[in-house]
Nanobody, 124 residues
Framework: QVQLVESGGGLVQAGGSLRLSCAAS????????MGWFRQAPGKEREIVAA????????YYADSVKGRFTISRDNAKNTVYLQMNSLKPGDTAVYYC?????????????????WGQGTQVTVSS
C-alpha cells in the first residue's frame, strides 16, 4: 500500500505561485509513475502533469504548459508541482496519484493510489 499526502495548496492572487508537494509513505515511489490531477466544481477530474519513475519523461496538459513544472525526489519519496503565473481557471482540488508501471500516464483509471487532495484557489 502507498499512502499519499498532498500539501502546499492555498489562496493566491492571479499571477502568483504555489508549490504543491506529495509525500508518500508505506512504499518507495521510486518505481511508480506519478501524476497530478485536478477537479474543479462541476467538472471532471483532469490530468495536469505526469512524470515517469526516473523523472526523465514528463507530460503537461496544454492549459498549464509553460507555467507548471512537475518534479520528483525519489530519495525523499516526494513529488512536486511548481505552479507559476496562476490563473483563476486553475482553481480546483489538486490530487497526486501513483501508477505502478512507472510510465508517464494520463488516464486516471491506470493510477492505483490517490491522495486526499489539496485546495488551490486563485483570486482575480
Amino acid at each position: 500500500q502507498v499512502q499519499l499526502v498532498e500539501s502546499g495548496g492555498g489562496l493566491v492572487q492571479a499571477g502568483g505561485s504555489l508549490r504543491l508537494s506529495c509525500a508518500a509513505s508505506g512504499r518507495t515511489l521510486s518505481t511508480y509513475g506519478m501524476g497530478w490531477f485536478r477537479q474543479a466544481p462541476g467538472k471532471e477530474r483532469e490530468i495536469v502533469a505526469a512524470i515517469s519513475w526516473s523523472g526523465g519523461s514528463t507530460y503537461y496538459a496544454d492549459s498549464v504548459k509553460g507555467r507548471f513544472t512537475i518534479s520528483r525526489d525519489n530519495a525523499k519519496n516526494t513529488v512536486y508541482l511548481q505552479m507559476n503565473s496562476l490563473k483563476p481557471g486553475d482553481t480546483a482540488v489538486y490530487y497526486c496519484a501513483a501508477e505502478p508501471r512507472g510510465f508517464v500516464t494520463t488516464s486516471p483509471e491506470l493510477y492505483d493510489y490517490w491522495g486526499q487532495g489539496t485546495q488551490v484557489t486563485v483570486s482575480s
